[in-house]
């Protein structure tokens, strides 16, 4: 089985149950500043979970989402880690519950992946203080036919789930593992261990509390049910892998880095490591740069993310010997793998091969300006006692110009030096606590918690796209949003700088409508209707069978999730209060409601 016949499995499964197939979101979140990229499928899904909205497709749910976890990008070179990764999701918003959906999960594992249902083990949450035993989750697993010797009850740091941020929908989850037929580690081996004996392949979260800002937990008003089965993960357990990276998909990846290294995979470890880093990092990156929101390498939020995955392609990429560009090249492997599944990713592909090719050659001249630098201290370190490089001077190189470590310890070696690696670790540290305690500042609160506030500026949000489409061209796209209570931030595809003048008359048009208090009219209807009416949208993705059409006045219409004011009488004053650039050929404008 391989990834697209386990994909239009899942998909056909559940749609027999009843379920609505609707559109995988962008991997970049939109009106939500609590995290850089779509981490689960449950996550563009928040607003429903939570009740405080219904979904246009209904109460059953099902979908593959693209999904991007940045906390373990210095594991990946495992055989295990990955940045980017597929996960196939269900949902009950308010419908079935627990009995119904181990029902459903023992069906999908034994009847549609034909898994003996003696190698399957379960856990299940044991309770805490705060959250009491999950039973009925247990009953139901022995209902369908697991022993209770193969129920696990675990604490929350194994059957927990959630929020995506700090706050929102979370609870207790049900996760399934198969036996892979090794002997126990030790008597206390169980489903969890690192042994490599039981091995996840599905985990069904049910969602019955919400964690508010005090960090309590509150019962739902309608508990929902929240799964996720990761693609690569699953196509490796399925055909007896060791590696999610000997899987169909990753080994056509790596066969042309093969042959542009000259380098054979499983040859040797070290080898094998730069190039899983490779094969991640291009794939997670040709999604970035292709997503229907898609952004170009900067310094900051995910353009920060990507620059370093791109950076850290090329490093590997010299370290296999690879001298000429190659990301392009493996970008086309990666965009004909994924293009059905995902259609955007080729639509953009002329975005996804300058943006690679750019930052492939500014990196390379990183590379060389770094070595120059390191040419400068030299020679006082050669004069010192020690025959060191001290660590803040390694770490300079690092951060300030893009040098790698393992580059710095070669240049070292050559000379008959030393890194002070603890030194290093020490200044990066440093660093990683600065970087993270900026990222706290900026990354709070967001559309999420549908305050007054930050749905007024959703509103704006739209009259200003709207207004820019009709000062500047009917070209104009948003590239991305991010709302908070205090301000709007909006991304757009414009080549130049805005005009004092063009400025002046988006603000003047947007308050034009709401000195009219215009209404806010929202209606369900097909994407196709939308489409004839003229609604904006991205109407290349896809959407489920029915859409949330917000019409605002004769002024605007589009497509969106809301929420929204009613009439716009109650926003207040619009101010663009700042105009950049986010990237090349990409605007920013942050604006504020007086």
């Known amino acids: 089985m391989d990834s697209n016949e386990l994909r239009k499995k899942y998909i056909d499964f559940f749609v027999s149950k009843g379920h609505k197939q609707i559109s995988g979101?962008?991997?970049?979140?939109?009106?939500?500043?609590?995290?850089?990229?779509?981490?689960?499928?449950?996550?563009?899904?928040?607003?429903?979970?939570?009740?405080?909205?219904?979904?246009?497709?209904?109460?059953?749910?099902?979908?593959?989402?693209?999904?991007?976890?940045?906390?373990?990008?210095?594991?990946?070179?495992?055989?295990?880690?990955?940045?980017?990764?597929?996960?196939?999701?269900?949902?009950?918003?308010?419908?079935?519950?627990?009995?119904?959906?181990?029902?459903?999960?023992?069906e999908f594992l034994t009847k549609e992946l034909h898994i003996d249902p003696e190698k399957l083990s379960v856990t299940v949450f044991g309770g805490d203080d705060e959250v009491p035993r999950d039973d009925e989750?247990?009953?139901a697993?022995?209902?369908?036919?697991?022993?209770?010797?193969?129920?696990?009850?675990?604490?929350?740091?194994?059957?927990?789930?959630?929020?995506?941020?700090?706050?929102?929908?979370?609870?207790?989850d049900s996760e399934m593992f198969i036996d892979t037929g090794r002997p126990k580690c030790s008597p206390d081996c169980k489903p969890g261990c690192s042994c490599g004996k039981y091995f996840e392949i599905w985990n069904d979260v049910?969602?019955?509390?919400?964690?508010?800002?005090?960090?309590?937990?509150?019962?739902?008003?309608?508990?929902?049910?929240?799964?996720?089965?990761?693609?690569?993960?699953?196509?490796?357990?399925?055909?007896?892998?060791?590696?999610?990276?000997?899987?169909?998909?990753?080994?056509?990846?790596?066969?042309e880095i093969e042959k542009l290294s000259g380098k054979k995979y499983k040859d040797d470890e070290t080898l094998d490591t730069s190039i899983r880093i490779i094969a991640d990092h291009i794939r997670t990156s040709v999604f970035i740069l292709g997503d229907q929101n898609g952004i170009a390498p900067s310094n900051v939020g995910q353009g920060y993310i990507l620059r370093r995955l791109i950076r850290r392609a090329v490093r590997h990429g010299y370290k296999l010997g690879i001298n000429d560009e190659f990301l392009s090249k493996l970008a086309v492997v990666v965009i004909d793998l994924y293009k059905d599944a995902y259609p955007e990713i080729e639509q953009n592909k002329e975005f996804v091969f300058d943006n690679l090719s750019k930052e492939e050659k500014k990196f390379s001249e990183t590379l060389v300006k770094g070595e120059k630098e390191f040419e400068k201290v030299l020679p006082n370190i050669l004069k010192g006692n020690d025959k060191k490089i001290p660590g803040r001077i390694a770490f300079k190189l690092y951060d300030t110009y893009g040098y790698p470590l393992e580059l710095t310890t070669e240049l070292a070696k050559e000379h008959g030096l030393v890194v002070d690696k603890d030194g290093f670790d020490e200044a990066f540290k440093k660093h990683q606590e600065l970087s993270r305690s900026a990222t706290e500042g900026v990354f709070k609160g967001g559309l999420a918690d549908h305050s007054e506030k930050t749905t007024a500026l959703h509103t704006a949000t739209h009259l200003l796209h709207k207004a820019l489409a009709v000062v500047l061209g009917e070209y104009i796209k948003q590239l991305g949003s991010n709302i908070t209570a205090e301000r709007l931030r909006f991304d757009f595809n414009h080549d130049k700088p805005l005009t004092p003048e063009e400025i002046k008359?988006?603000?003047?048009?947007?308050?034009?409508?709401?000195?009219k208090d215009l209404p806010v009219k929202v209606e369900v209807m097909t994407l196709e209707e939308a489409k004839a009416q003229g609604a904006i949208a991205e109407f290349n993705a896809k959407y489920g069978e029915k859409v949330k059409v917000y019409t605002v006045g004769d002024f605007s219409k589009e497509v969106c999730g809301g929420p929204h004011v009613e009439h716009l009488g109650t926003l207040g004053h619009f101010k663009i209060v700042k105009e950049q650039s986010s990237s090349h050929g990409v605007r920013r404008i942050k604006a504020i409601l007086e």
């Open 25 to 106: 979101a962008s991997l970049i979140p939109e009106n939500d500043p609590t995290v850089l990229f779509t981490t689960a499928g449950m996550h563009p899904l928040v607003p429903y979970l939570m009740g405080a909205q219904e979904h246009p497709s209904g109460k059953r749910l099902c979908d593959y989402q693209k999904c991007i976890r940045t906390g373990d990008i210095d594991s990946v070179g495992d055989p295990h880690h990955l940045t980017f990764f597929e996960m196939l999701g269900n949902w009950s918003l308010g419908d079935y519950f627990k009995k119904e959906m181990i029902a459903f999960s023992y």
């Open 137 to 139: 989750a247990a009953e």
């Open 141 to 172: 697993w022995e209902k369908v036919g697991i022993p209770r010797e193969r129920i696990y009850f675990m604490g929350r740091e194994d059957n927990w789930w959630g929020p995506a941020g700090t706050t929102g929908p979370c609870g207790p």
């Open 206 to 255: 049910f969602m019955q509390y919400n964690k508010t800002e005090d960090g309590k937990f509150e019962k739902l008003r309608r508990p929902c049910i929240d799964t996720g089965m990761g693609i690569e993960r699953t196509v490796a357990i399925l055909t007896g892998k060791n590696s999610v990276y000997d899987i169909e998909s990753f080994q056509q990846i790596i066969k």
């Open 505 to 515: 008359a988006v603000e003047d048009l947007v308050n034009e409508q709401i000195k």
